[in-house]
């Protein structure tokens, strides 16, 4: 496969724009700019459709992996086959716990040689149950990870991971987040103008580690 004839779907099925959210967008806005085919997945109304909509990127709003409901999951899971089909999909990159396992029958159903890609943005460890570790294992052709942290996790559930994976950070604009003009937030802050700002964007919950944030400059 050459990178002229990539063709993808990024599932992302997440009620809220978090980083799993913005992974999915931002790596789909990057092939698209690379000139690739990378249609974002997902309930239309979700926040990372939404934002795919603002973007103007290309995206499939009718399918719905978040549905407690199982007539619903099987449309979804037919209209996902038939998009895979219509659009000659080679890769097929799933987000989270529920995408890949829906891209595994629909893979399966599809018949088509796209490959099945595990993209994990996620800090918690896999789940391993006999299902889950059969799709990663004989389903998912790779994995891609957000950092080495999360990979590792992996790795320690699933040795075989570490033979079929690599770390891809995420996008990040330069020209967006380094404007060429002052916010005036260090005078406001009365932060010497030579210093350098490190923030931190979070929700205060435990496992953001804002603790670790503050002392280790300290000690510094």
């Known amino acids: 496969m050459t990178a002229k004839t990539i063709r993808t779907i990024q599932m992302i099925s997440v009620r809220w724009w978090n980083a799993n959210a913005y992974y999915a967008v931002s790596l789909a806005e990057a092939l698209q700019k690379a000139g690739h085919m990378a249609a974002v997945c997902g309930r239309l109304t979700s926040p990372a459709l939404c934002k795919a909509v603002e973007k103007n990127l ?35 990159a799933a987000h989270r716990s529920q995408d890949v396992l829906f891209a595994f029958f629909a893979k399966r159903r599809a018949q088509n040689s796209a490959k099945l890609v595990r993209c994990v943005s996620d800090v918690r460890p896999p789940k391993d149950h006999a299902l889950n570790r059969y799709i990663h294992k004989k389903g998912v052709d790779y994995l891609v990870f ?10 320690e559930v699933w040795p075989f991971v570490a033979e079929k994976s690599r770390v891809i950070y995420s996008a990040v604009d330069t020209d967006y987040f380094m404007p060429d003009h002052s916010s005036g937030l260090k005078e406001e802050l009365h932060i010497p103008q030579d210093s350098v700002v490190i923030s931190m964007i979070a929700r205060l919950s435990p496992v953001k580690n804002h603790e670790a944030f503050i002392l280790v400059p300290v000690r510094l």
């Open 58 to 92: 290309d995206h499939i709003g009718s399918v719905n992996f978040e549905s407690a409901n199982p007539l619903r999951l099987l449309s979804s899971l037919r209209k996902l086959i038939r998009q895979i089909r219509e659009r000659k999909i080679n890769i097929l």
């Open 146 to 155: 957000s950092c080495e942290a999360i990979r590792q996790k992996y790795i």
